[in-house]
């Protein structure tokens, strides 16, 4: 199975910057089915990102994504209070899908 | 619009059984891949089932085949997880969740999760 490292575990910023969340996995993800989710406290996870750069319904252009092969990029712009949460990436590529451990973007 | 809601999460004692629903709505269930996600107390994201549209297919990570079992309802469009045997380390929010609307297993539409707690 595909393991998805993300890094760093803990970001710790302030609302207007930026942010850049990394997610490497062991094996190249060759159809570019990668996704990244946002949790808050207490809430279900929201799908952000699918297909490494497409953003969801309703997701805000400060969030966007990139990346290919083994490595791939969550980036938020300017953050906004709201975006302080965790982030998971996930590949869909291979069977079993499988998900990140999650970065804490914290202020 | 499409709405998922959990039940059935409850205490149970080690080695015993519950059964979790997925009640849908705003899509037939049937025509789409559905998926069980945990998440234990602080911990992140872990896939625990899923099924694929039509029910032809179902997966299960390694930490529970053989004691869950993925399932749906046609007519009642609801999305079920047996769980049979359970154990301290099966303690976790249980989120239900459908497919997206273009191509691939990502995770469109969840639920607001259900949680079991193993323990005597």
């Known amino acids: 199975e595909i393991v998805l490292t993300q890094s760093p575990g803990t970001l710790s910023l302030s609302p207007g910057e930026g942010a850049t969340l990394s997610c490497r996995a062991s094996?190249?993800?060759?159809?570019?089915?990668l996704a990244w989710y946002q949790q808050k406290p207490g809430q279900a996870p929201r799908l952000l990102i699918y297909?490494?750069?497409s953003r969801a319904t309703g997701i805000p252009d400060r969030f966007s994504g990139s990346g290919s092969g083994t490595d791939f990029t969550l980036t938020i712009s300017r953050l906004e209070p709201e975006d302080f949460a965790v982030y998971y990436c996930?590949?869909?590529?291979?069977?079993?899908?499988?998900f990140g451990q999650g970065t804490k973007l914290e202020i | 619009e499409v709405q998922l809601l959990e039940s059935g999460g409850g205490l149970v004692q080690p080695g015993g059984s519950l059964s979790l629903a997925c009640g849908a709505s705003?899509?037939?269930?049937?025509?789409?891949?559905m998926i069980w996600v945990r998440q234990a107390p602080g911990k992140g994201l872990e896939w625990v089932s899923a099924?694929?549209?039509?029910?032809?297919?179902?997966f299960y990570a390694d930490s529970v085949k053989g004691r869950f079992t993925i399932s749906r309802d046609i007519s009642q469009n609801t999305l079920y997880l047996q769980m049979n045997n359970l154990r301290a380390e099966d303690t976790a929010v249980y989120y239900c969740?459908?497919?997206?609307?273009?191509?691939?297993?990502?995770?469109?539409?969840w639920g607001q999760g259900t949680l079991v707690t193993v323990s005597s």
């Open positions: 705003g899509f037939t269930l049937n025509t789409y891949a």
């Open positions: 094996q190249s993800i060759s159809r570019n089915y």
């Open positions: 297909g490494v750069s």
């Open positions: 996930q590949q869909y590529d291979s069977s079993p899908q499988t």
């Open positions: 099924i694929g549209a039509g029910a032809v297919s179902t």
């Open positions: 969740a459908r497919v997206g609307d273009r191509g691939g297993w990502y995770w469109g539409y």
